[in-house]
Nanobody
Framework: VQLQASGGGLVQTGGSLRLSCAVS????????VAWYRQTPATERVFVAA????????SYADSVRGRFTISRDNAKKMAYLQMHNLGPEDTAVYYC?????????????????????WGQGTQVTVSS
């Protein structure tokens, strides 16, 4: 397994969670990482992405200001800190990685740009 997402769970509205993505890819520091989420009723949608060094990030409008993506290249980890969660955030969250983009461009948002995927972690927000 090259990407392993964890940290999901059940939280009340307004609560917080931090998702983690453990990456076993060689040269992790040369991969952009993204988080996506999917519900039974929707396709997988983009949540956030971060460039190699972490100096460039991108967020979906629905989570900007509430979620923060980060990474620790030394530990080969990526994170998604989520605050002020609502029922609309309930989904399976996936982390993904791609080496197709340099550190000087914004990390991609399109799902097809990512070639490594984790198995997903369930986040459930109760109202």
């Amino acid at each position: 397994v090259q990407l392993q997402a964890s940290g999901g769970g059940l939280v009340q509205t307004g609560g917080s969670l931090r998702l983690s993505c453990a990456v076993s890819l060689r040269s992790f520091y040369m991969y952009a990482v993204a988080w996506y989420r999917q519900t039974p009723a929707t396709e997988r949608v983009f949540v956030a992405a971060i460039s190699w060094s972490g100096h460039l990030t991108s967020y979906a409008d629905s989570v900007r200001g509430r979620f923060t993506i980060s990474r620790d290249n030394a530990k080969k980890m990526a994170y998604l800190q989520m605050h002020n969660l609502g029922p609309e955030d309930t989904a399976v969250y996936y982390c993904a990685a791609t080496s197709l983009y340099s550190d000087n461009v914004a990390p991609p948002r399109r799902e097809r740009e990512y070639d490594y995927w984790g198995q997903g972690t369930q986040v459930t927000v109760s109202s």
